[in-house]
């Protein structure tokens, strides 16, 4: 694994800990924004490793078809990488009402964590990683 790849996936694994740490608050916001975070990194990982370029982005969507396209099958689909755009541009007060509900609640902060955690595994399966 390159240099860089492992930055990326350490950094992602900080990301889902804090999610995990916060997730029994009511900080729905900052577990959706760290879940967002941690699948982000996640998938630029997969790409870094690979030398693939991407631009400066937080676009979830983008990422996962671009990992699909080197032939990687990551376990979430379109909608639930839409949902974590939704909650990315959520994480500021002037974009209130971007999510369906419109502050983040529980179930968001729910769903965005299982993501995390699913993509974690998947990550960690293919890097046969055991502790970062």
């Known amino acids: ?11 992602a694994k900080e990301d889902l800990e804090a999610a995990e740490h916060l997730s029994s608050t009511s900080l729905y916001r900052m577990i959706c924004y760290h879940s967002q975070q941690a699948v982000e990194k996640i998938l630029k990982a997969i790409l870094t490793e690979h030398e693939i370029e991407f631009s400066r982005t937080h676009n979830i969507p983008d990422l996962l078809n671009a990992a ?28 209130l009402g971007l999510l369906p509900s419109g502050e983040p609640i529980k179930e968001d902060a729910e769903k965005a964590l299982l993501v995390a955690e699913t993509m974690w595994k998947w ?8 502790q970062l």
Request: hydrophobic letters at 35%; charged letters at 30%.
């Open 68 to 95: 699909k396209e080197i032939g990687y099958k990551p376990p979430i689909n379109t909608g639930e990488a839409t949902f974590l755009n939704s909650i990315y541009r959520a994480r500021y007060p002037a974009a």
């Open 123 to 130: 990550i960690r399966d293919i890097f046969k990683l055991q």
């Open 1 to 11: 694994m390159k240099r860089e790849t492992e930055e990326w996936i350490k950094i």
